[in-house]
């Protein structure tokens, strides 16, 4: 909801496909971007992500994009784990968000390997601007899993009907939430439609501008 992943990711990928030893015509890098993000847009809005290692889907996009595997997965993987921070930022008024929320107790709730995690919130600077920060690797628990959300609702000692989830994920995140009867702002980015199993937000918002005018009415 803060940051911009899928800029994120094609930008990572994008410079890893570029580090490659081997010279890959633009056409075909720009295929196997296309490929991935593809196969990567599927598994966020299914909140799949484990469905396929990064070593199958990078295999999958090359596959779609008539490139020879060979020893590419590999050195793909290596060239991205050098360039994870490439393409990091907030989306477009996160920073009013932030100072908005600021007025609350605020936790943030995400998905994800401590260690990863960790780079992008210094990297993005929200170490300081939230009270508490919980990443699923660290707590145990991954949303839309309750135990998660009621770390949050303990952490910042609020029920969950003084509570706001917003987020951009409707199955992790409005799902998750909703199921504790915290209330919930779907940030729908994309325009997507929504999940046949997800909860239904009380709010759907096309950005993170219009989350915080909710938020602060």
Same mark, same amino acid.
């Given at each position: 909801?803060?940051?911009?992943?899928?800029?994120?990711?094609?930008?990572?990928?994008?410079?890893?496909?570029?580090?490659?030893?081997?010279?890959?015509?633009?056409?075909?890098?720009?295929?196997?971007?296309?490929?991935?993000?593809?196969?990567?847009?599927?598994?966020?809005?299914?909140?799949?992500? =484990?469905?396929?290692?990064?070593?199958?889907?990078?295999?999958?996009?090359?596959?779609?994009?008539?490139?020879?595997?060979?020893?590419?997965?590999?050195?793909?993987?290596?060239?991205?784990?050098?360039?994870?921070?490439?393409?990091?930022?907030?989306?477009?008024?996160?920073?009013?968000?932030?100072?908005?929320?600021?007025?609350?107790?605020?936790?943030?709730?995400?998905? =994800?390997?401590?260690?990863?995690?960790?780079?992008?919130?210094?990297?993005?600077?929200?170490?300081?601007?939230?009270?508490?920060?919980?990443?699923?690797?660290?707590?145990?628990?991954?949303?839309?899993?309750?135990?998660?959300?009621?770390?949050?609702?303990?952490?910042?000692?609020?029920?969950?009907?003084?509570?706001?989830?917003?987020?951009?994920?409707?199955?992790?995140?409005?799902?998750?939430?909703?199921?504790?009867?915290?209330?919930?702002?779907?940030?729908?980015?994309? =325009?997507?439609?929504?999940?046949?199993?997800?909860?239904?937000?009380?709010?759907?918002?096309?950005?993170?501008?219009?989350?915080?005018?909710?938020?602060?009415?």
């Amino acid at each position: 909801t803060l940051s911009d992943e899928l800029h994120h990711m094609r930008t990572a990928y994008s410079a890893a496909l570029a580090g490659l030893p081997e010279r890959l015509e633009p056409g075909v890098v720009t295929a196997i971007l296309d490929a991935y993000m593809d196969i990567g847009i599927d598994l966020y809005r299914r909140n799949a992500w =484990g469905e396929l290692s990064r070593e199958a889907r990078i295999e999958s996009a090359l596959q779609r994009a008539g490139v020879e595997l060979g020893e590419l997965p590999a050195r793909i993987i290596h060239e991205y784990e050098q360039n994870y921070q490439e393409g990091l930022r907030l989306l477009l008024g996160a920073d009013h968000l932030l100072e908005v929320a600021g007025r609350f107790r605020t936790c943030l709730v995400t998905n =994800g390997q401590s260690d990863r995690q960790r780079v992008k919130i210094e990297r993005l600077g929200l170490a300081g601007q939230l009270e508490h920060i919980l990443i699923s690797a660290e707590v145990g628990s991954a949303k839309p899993d309750a135990a998660i959300f009621r770390r949050a609702l303990s952490l910042t000692e609020v029920e969950p009907q003084q509570a706001v989830m917003i987020g951009d994920n409707a199955l992790a995140d409005i799902t998750g939430a909703a199921a504790l009867g915290i209330h919930t702002i779907w940030v729908n980015l994309h =325009g997507w439609a929504l999940p046949a199993a997800a909860a239904t937000p009380e709010y759907e918002v096309p950005d993170v501008a219009a989350a915080t005018a909710r938020l602060a009415g």
